[in-house]
């Protein structure tokens, strides 16, 4: 039988190989794409389709994430505290997880209130700042991934 500890850290591998390929996916692939479709319809149509199913799937896949690492945390502290592989694997991890948080579920909404308002300039500001997170969250997901398979396969 398998334990509660062993399902969710299985739980933790299988999420963390959906944001490891959904991360670079959006990021490499569909972004660009959207920036090479005409605004109008076209693109208000795959901006819902994104928004609909995509975007829900990555805010599971992040809450999931999230959680699963906290328990993984608490119940093996033991264990990380005594390897550096480990100790650089959460950094790497935690550094993800934080900030596509913040990507997700705060920076998305403050976004969508600040052109609502018309504030420009802040708008455009945050937008950059975004350029910047989502660049950091390309390299450290799959990179805390692969250091993950290969500490699980050492």
């Not at 794409?33 to 005409?38: D, H, L, N, Q």
């Given at each position: 039988m398998i334990s509660a500890d062993s399902a969710i850290f299985t739980i933790h591998v299988l999420a963390g190989a959906a944001f490891g390929v959904t991360v670079p996916?959006?990021?490499?692939?569909?972004?660009?794409?959207?920036?090479?479709?005409?605004?109008?319809?076209p693109k208000a149509l795959a901006a819902a389709v994104i928004q609909?199913?995509?975007?829900?799937?990555?805010?599971?896949?992040?809450?999931?994430?999230?959680?699963?690492?906290?328990?993984?945390?608490?119940?093996?502290?033991s264990m990380i505290g005594q390897s550096p592989w480990l100790m650089a694997k959460i950094t790497l991890g935690a550094m993800a997880l934080v900030i596509a948080?913040?990507?997700?579920?705060?920076?998305?909404?403050?976004?969508?209130?600040?052109?609502?308002?018309?504030?420009?300039?802040?708008?455009?500001?945050?937008?950059?700042?975004?350029?910047?997170?989502?660049?950091?969250?390309?390299?450290t997901v799959p990179a805390t991934w692969i250091m993950g398979v290969i500490w699980s396969h050492l």
């Amino acid at each position: 039988m398998i334990s509660a500890d062993s399902a969710i850290f299985t739980i933790h591998v299988l999420a963390g190989a959906a944001f490891g390929v959904t991360v670079p996916l959006m990021q490499l692939v569909v972004n660009p794409a959207m920036a090479k479709i005409p605004a109008g319809e076209p693109k208000a149509l795959a901006a819902a389709v994104i928004q609909s199913r995509a975007r829900v799937a990555v805010d599971i896949i992040i809450l999931i994430q999230i959680l699963t690492a906290l328990y993984l945390l608490a119940a093996r502290w033991s264990m990380i505290g005594q390897s550096p592989w480990l100790m650089a694997k959460i950094t790497l991890g935690a550094m993800a997880l934080v900030i596509a948080g913040l990507l997700h579920f705060y920076w998305r909404g403050k976004k969508t209130r600040l052109k609502a308002q018309g504030k420009n300039e802040e708008f455009a500001a945050l937008s950059a700042w975004t350029l910047k997170m989502e660049k950091i969250v390309l390299v450290t997901v799959p990179a805390t991934w692969i250091m993950g398979v290969i500490w699980s396969h050492l």
